[in-house]
């Protein structure tokens, strides 16, 4: 039994999920073979055993018809949609598939008001929104009251990290299910059933060595749709013997050769691969450091922004330990802005590795977040007069710039001036390491220290 096709309006609702009537005219193999596979039950279901395996939580409340408000956040290709399905199937309440795209806060409010009238005829609804992530705070904001009630059960699919996309208020009355990226062997096993199964390939003889199934699922990178697709590329590019199919090593490579790595660059993912960009950097690791710059350049990330985020490390965690790591930084940032994609690859894999490689110092970000802690509590604490300019002669009679000592005219180049507001006298905020050319400008620094303590002797 095939699975109806996803889209269904608002005025669509139905108790359960039935099958799309076909023509008389449309081959059952038309359809692709991933909506062709869709499972139907939760034992066809693949994947998310910490979910949906024996006695976990969300298996549980399938099982016993008790669902409540939930969202299912995870990547492509992982079943969220086909969850929903199966709860549909399962469950005693009306379904209703909203669409996020074609719908708007009027139609949200029709359906919400006959939500409600089916309430008070003790009749539940379970509302099924797929990438809710894509309604705006209004379209949220009108299912909030109806959530609250219990007129519906709001059920969410989602690419997107809901504590961004997602309402608080909202938020706060689901619970949200992770739905994780299948792992190899779980995609394989699904390859397999695609050839056994007489919804796919179950009826043909096809031929395909085991480790090419691996092959495709490893290209997925964990998207089930995906490696359904690449499959059913390469048994229909297969070569042919008869009624027999043989799917060679290069028919896969074919169909394998290069996998679209684009991400939404203002999505979550665009900032997890950044952090771990700059995580690989400051634990010194090259390689990973490397691999994390391939990622987002070969996703499309514009090089320019790679680059300003390499020039804040070089200060953040580089800093004084090694102050060319700055030049280098921003040297990679004008060469990026020179040349472009894709030769400017080098210039930033050049400024990320030796970033990793240079010693490491976070005082320069340790010393402002503490400077910028007290200068939020001090804003009204005046300049002291000693530092103030007096271009004017009212400014020098009310003693502006009076007791200033130009370092220059002193042996040491040093006075035991007070440069900081009265109350802050005597605070430090800078700690040097001893890595790199910092332990250098320790050392300077405690020579000053030790010079004003002593009265301006060294």
């Known amino acids: 039994m095939n699975a109806r096709t996803k889209g269904m309006g608002a005025g669509q609702g139905r108790s359960k999920v039935m099958p799309e009537q ?11 073979l991933a909506t062709r596979l869709r499972p139907q039950t939760l034992e066809e279901f693949c994947g998310q055993q910490h979910l949906l395996g024996e006695g976990k939580v969300l298996r549980r409340l399938i099982e016993s018809d008790r669902i409540g408000s939930m969202i299912f956040w995870g990547p492509p290709g992982v079943g969220k949609t086909t969850l929903a399905r199966i709860i549909a199937n399962r469950t005693k309440a009306k379904f209703i598939d909203f669409s996020a795209v074609t719908s708007g806060v009027k139609e949200i409010k029709q359906v919400m008001e006959q939500a409600e009238k089916n309430r008070r005829f003790g009749e539940k609804t379970i509302l099924f929104v797929d990438e ?30 809901p504590s961004f996309e997602v309402n608080g208020a909202l938020l706060s009355r689901c619970k949200v299910f992770v739905l994780q990226a299948l792992k190899t062997e779980e995609l394989t096993a699904l390859l397999r059933r695609a050839l056994s199964d007489e919804r796919g390939f179950g009826r043909q003889d096809i031929e395909i060595a085991d480790d090419l199934l691996e092959t495709i699922a490893n290209f997925a990178g964990g998207d089930a749709r995906s490696a359904l697709s690449t499959l059913e590329m390469a048994v229909l590019n297969g070569e042919q013997d008869g009624t027999k199919t043989t799917v060679t090593r290069e028919i896969v490579e074919q169909c394998t050769s290069r996998k679209s790595l684009l991400y939404d660059k203002t999505g979550e993912e665009h900032y997890n691969l950044i952090s ?25 990330e514009d090089p320019l922004y790679i680059a300003r985020r390499v020039t804040r490390f070089a200060s953040e965690d580089v800093g004084l330990a090694d102050p060319r790591a700055l030049e280098i930084a921003v040297a990679a940032y004008q060469a990026c802005h020179f040349i472009g994609m894709p030769e400017c690859t080098v210039h930033l894999t050049e400024a990320v590795v030796y970033l990793s490689m240079a010693p490491k110092s976070n005082a320069l970000y340790v010393a402002y977040g503490m400077a910028k802690k007290d200068a939020l509590t001090t804003l009204a604490e005046p300049v002291p007069l000693v530092l103030r300019n007096a271009p004017t002669k009212l400014m020098k009679e009310l003693d502006y710039g009076k007791g200033y000592r130009y370092a220059h005219d002193f042996e040491d180049k040093l006075t035991d001036m007070q440069c900081l507001p009265e109350n802050l006298a005597g605070k430090e905020y800078y700690f040097p390491t001893d890595e790199g050319v910092e332990s250098k400008i320790k050392a300077r620094l405690a020579e000053i220290k030790a010079w004003k303590k002593n009265g301006g002797t060294s």
């Open 22 to 32: 076909r023509t008389l005219f449309e081959r059952e193999d038309s359809e692709p």
């Open 276 to 300: 771990a960009l700059h995580k690989s950097m400051r634990n010194s690791d090259p390689d990973a450091a490397v691999y994390w710059l391939a990622r987002m350049l070969e996703a499309g």
């Open 132 to 161: 809710i992530h894509r309604f705006n705070k209004a379209q949220q904001d009108a299912f909030l009251p109806f959530v609250e009630k219990g007129s519906i059960i709001l059920i969410g699919a989602t690419t997107e990290n």
